[in-house]
T-cell receptor, first 113, second 111 residues
Framework: LAKTTQPISMDSYEGQEVNITCSHNNIATNDYITWYQQFPSQGPRFIIQGYKTKVTNEVASLFIPADRKSSTLSLPRVSLSDTAVYYCLVGESYGGSQGNLIFGKGTKLSVKP | DTAVSQTPKYLVTQMGNDKSIKCEQNLGHDTMYWYKQDSKKFLKIMFSYNNKELIINETVPNRFSPKSPDKAHLNLHINSLELGDSAVYFC??????????FGPGTRLTVT
């Protein structure tokens, strides 16, 4: 199983760039890497997904090195509203073992003014 | 316009009872999921299901059973509720392994 490891918590200030790294040493060939954001009392919300190299969308970037054993979620210029828990998920496309759909324990990001 | 909805939002019940949580998605997705988030906020997948296959996390007790009357619904039935079942249960849906859309959650409290 592709187990993931993330920092438990991170602190930042408004306007800074935040990088959260997830380790997944046992990632399989067919696994994708997906990040979710969760606010208190809400369900997780998709942020970004990638397979290798770099992916960028309107809210974040995802950096994946060649060996794919880790990935880094980059949030540019965070604001107070980015305070949330961020989960790294590693799992293969449907049809494979569902047991690979494993969320990390999440990183609690606190953004201060 | 809610993409993934769950009912009820809160559920308080006694040990030994049987209860159900309903989930509906209007996104046309082919895969639906149930997750359990415990007091430590650890999010664990319980089931994933499409119209072809139900995949069960082997750690889930057989007191839990998903039932899908159609592609847009995946309900969760829980028999003989135990104190340890208290948690927030999230339903989600996706197309294949693309982004999952989560419901608002159902907070289950077993007394």
């Amino acid at each position: 199983l592709a187990k993931t490891t993330q920092p438990i918590s991170m602190d930042s200030y408004e306007g800074q760039e935040v990088n959260i790294t997830c380790s997944h040493n046992n990632i399989a060939t067919n696994d994708y890497i997906t990040w979710y954001q969760q606010f208190p009392s809400q369900g997780p919300r998709f942020i970004i997904q990638g397979y290798k190299t770099k992916v960028t969308n309107e809210v974040a970037s995802l950096f994946i090195p060649a060996d794919r054993k880790s990935s880094t979620l980059s949030l540019p210029r965070v604001s107070l509203s980015d305070t949330a828990v961020y989960y790294c998920l590693v799992g293969e496309s449907y049809g494979g073992s569902q047991g690979n759909l494993i969320f990390g324990k999440g990183t609690k990001l606190s953004v201060k003014p | 316009d809610t993409a993934v909805s769950q009912t009820p939002k809160y559920l308080v019940t006694q040990m030994g009872n049987d209860k159900s949580i309903k989930c509906e998605q209007n996104l046309g997705h082919d895969t639906m999921y149930w997750y359990k988030q415990d007091s430590k906020k650890f999010l664990k997948i319980m089931f994933s299901y499409n119209n072809k296959e139900l995949i069960i996390n082997e750690t889930v007790p057989n007191r839990f059973s998903p039932k899908s009357p159609d592609k847009a619904h995946l309900n969760l039935h829980i028999n003989s509720l135990e104190l340890g079942d208290s948690a927030v249960y999230f339903c989600a849906s996706s197309h294949l392994n693309y982004e999952q859309y989560f419901g608002p959650g159902t907070r289950l409290t077993v007394t």
